[in-house]
T-cell receptor, first 116, second 116 residues
C-alpha cells in the first residue's frame, strides 16, 4: 500500500488564483481529513468526510471547499487564494471500524503552499 | 469544543537523557490520546497512543501516562538518541461516536532536540 499520497509537494500561487490539492488513499478508509499547519502551531482541521458523498466543516473551513466522489480521493479546493492561506496542508485518513486501528489517523507527506 | 495545551514548546536534552512532554485537555468526553512525531518535511507519524481505560502504556523507550481526573497526559522518552530529534504533537479525541467522527484536536507541538 502507498498509504496516503498528496500532490503537489510544493506550489506558489498568486493572490486570487485557484488550485486543487489532491489527496488519495489506498487503504479503503472511510474517514478522510484535511488539516493546515502554520509555523509553530499544531494542526487545525479544515474539512472532513465520513464517506463518499459526505463532507463537513472543521475548525477553519473559510476559503476552502472539498468533495468526496470516491472512497479513495478527497481533493481540497482553494478558489481565491489569499496570503493567509500560506501554510502546509496535510491529508489524513482512518478506518471506520476494525479493532484498535480504527482510531489511528494516517497522514500524507503534506503540500507546502505559498501565496504571494 | 476540545482544547489541548502542550508544554514545553522546545526541549533540548543530551543523548541518553530522558525527555518528558506534557499535555492537558479540556473535554472530559475525550477518550483517545495519540502522540505523533513529525520529522522535517514529512507528515506526522503515530508513535504511541493510549485510551482512557488505561493509565500507562509502554513501547520500548517510549511511554505515555494518562491522568483522567486531572485531564493530563504525558509522553516519556528514555535513553534519547539524536534520531529522536523531531516535533512531537499530542492530540485528543472522542471516539465514542456521535458527531465527533474521530476528530483529533492537536496540541501546539514540542520541538525536541537531542544533542550527541
Amino acid at each position: 500500500n502507498a498509504g496516503v499520497t498528496q500532490t503537489p509537494k510544493f506550489r506558489i500561487l498568486k493572490i486570487g488564483q485557484s488550485m486543487t490539492l489532491q489527496c488519495t488513499q489506498d487503504m479503503n478508509h472511510n474517514y478522510m481529513y484535511w488539516y493546515r499547519q502554520d509555523p509553530g502551531m499544531g494542526l487545525k482541521l479544515i474539512y472532513y468526510s465520513v464517506g463518499a458523498g459526505i463532507t463537513d466543516k472543521g475548525e477553519v473551513p473559510n476559503g476552502y471547499n472539498v468533495s468526496r466522489s470516491t472512497t479513495e480521493d478527497f481533493p481540497l479546493r482553494l478558489e481565491l487564494a489569499a496570503p493567509s492561506q500560506t501554510s502546509v496542508y496535510f491529508c489524513a485518513s482512518k478506518k471506520r471500524f476494525g479493532g484498535k486501528s480504527q482510531e489511528t489517523q494516517y497522514f500524507g507527506p503534506g503540500t507546502r503552499l505559498l501565496v504571494l | 469544543g476540545e482544547n489541548v495545551e502542550q508544554h514545553p514548546s522546545t526541549l533540548s536534552v543530551q543523548e541518553g537523557d530522558s525527555a518528558v512532554i506534557k499535555c492537558t485537555y479540556s473535554d472530559s468526553a475525550s477518550n483517545y490520546f495519540p502522540w505523533y512525531k513529525q520529522e522535517l518535511g514529512k507528515g506526522p507519524q503515530l508513535i504511541i497512543d493510549i485510551r482512557s481505560n488505561v493509565g500507562e502504556k509502554k513501547d520500548q523507550r517510549i511511554a505515555v501516562t494518562l491522568n483522567k481526573t486531572a485531564k493530563h497526559f504525558s509522553l516519556h522518552i528514555t535513553e534519547t538518541q539524536p534520531e529522536d530529534s523531531a516535533v512531537y504533537f499530542c492530540a485528543a479525541s472522542n471516539q465514542s461516536g456521535g458527531t465527533s467522527y474521530g476528530k483529533l484536536t492537536f496540541g501546539q507541538g514540542t520541538i525536541l532536540t537531542v544533542h550527541p
